[in-house]
C-alpha cells in the first residue's frame, strides 16, 4: 500500500459513517479481529451492521484502561498474559445483547405449569440464558403457581455475562418492568420500595430462594456449574441466545442440550429459534417447545 493509501485508510478509520470523527481510530481489521476473538470467546457472531456498537462499547474499556488505540488493546487482550481474566470478561460483558422481560413469549409459562404438575417437587429447571434475571424469576414464579411456596424444585440459572448475573442476584427491577407481571403477581411475588427506593421493587425471598444464579458459556466443553446442580434436568430455558449462533454452533450446544436433558423433558426455545432439523434429540411439541426423545 502507498503512503497515500496507508494515510487515506487511517483518515477513513478515524471517521463515523456520517463523517464526524471518532475519540479512537477503528479501522476495519479491527472490527474484524473484534469479530474473530467474540466468535471464538462465545460463540457470538456479529454482522456488518454492529461495527458502531462495537466501537461505542469496547472505547470505554479503552477509556477505562487508557489505552489510546484499538490495535493495542486488542493485542493486549490476545497475548499479553498481565491483561486479566477480569479484562477478558469485560470485553465478553461489553459485546452481549441483554434484551429481555418478565414473562417475555408468555404462551411458554402455562405450558410450564403444566408440565411441571406432572413432574411434582423434585423437578430440576435450567435457564441457559438468564440475562438479568426477568426470565428465571418467571419460571420461579410459575414454579410456586404450579407446585406451591414451600416447593423444593429448583431452577439454576446462567449466563456467559457476569454484570448481568449480578443484577438477576440482586433481584431488584424498576416497577414499570415488574408490571408486565400483571397486578396479581406483583402484589404476590414483589416487595415494593418505600423512600428512595420508590418506584422499585425486589423480588420476594420465597421467590428468590429458588433460583440459583452461575456463570456459564454455552461454548465450553464442560458446564461444571450445571453438574454441581444435577446430573438430568427436567426443562431448559435457552431462549433467544442461539440466534447469536451460527448453525454449527448451535447444534454442537443442541447436542449437548440434549445430554443433559432428561428424556421426555422440555426445551423451550426462542420466538425465532428453529430447531426442527435436530429430530435426532427433539420432537416438537408445541409453539416452540421441543420434547427430548425417549
Ligand atoms: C437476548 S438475551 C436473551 C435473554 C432471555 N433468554 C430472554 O429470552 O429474554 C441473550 C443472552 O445470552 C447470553 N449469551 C450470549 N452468548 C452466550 C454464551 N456463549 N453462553 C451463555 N450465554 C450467552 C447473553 O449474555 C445474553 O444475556
Redesign the pocket.
Known sequence: MGARDALGEALLASLTADGAIREYAFAPQDFERVRRLIYAR???HLNDTKRNMVYSRLSRRLRALGIDSFGVYLERLEHDPAFTAQEQQLFI?AL??????FF??PHHFPLLADFLRTRGDGARLW??????G??PYSIAMTMIEALGEGTSARLLA????TH?LATGRAGVYRLDSAQQCGEPRLRRFFLRGRGSNEGMVRLRPEVARLVEFAP????DETWPALRGFAPLVDAV?????MI??DKPTQRRVLARIAQVLRPGGLLFV?HSENFTDCREWFALRGKTVYERLR
Open positions: 462465545a460463540g457470538i460483558n452481549t445483547t441483554n434484551l429481555t422481560s417475555r413469549e435457564c441457559a440464558a438468564a440475562s438479568t426477568e426470565e446462567t449466563d456467559i455475562d448481568v456459564l458459556n454455552l461454548l430455558f435457552c431462549r433467544n441466545v447469536y449462533f426462542g
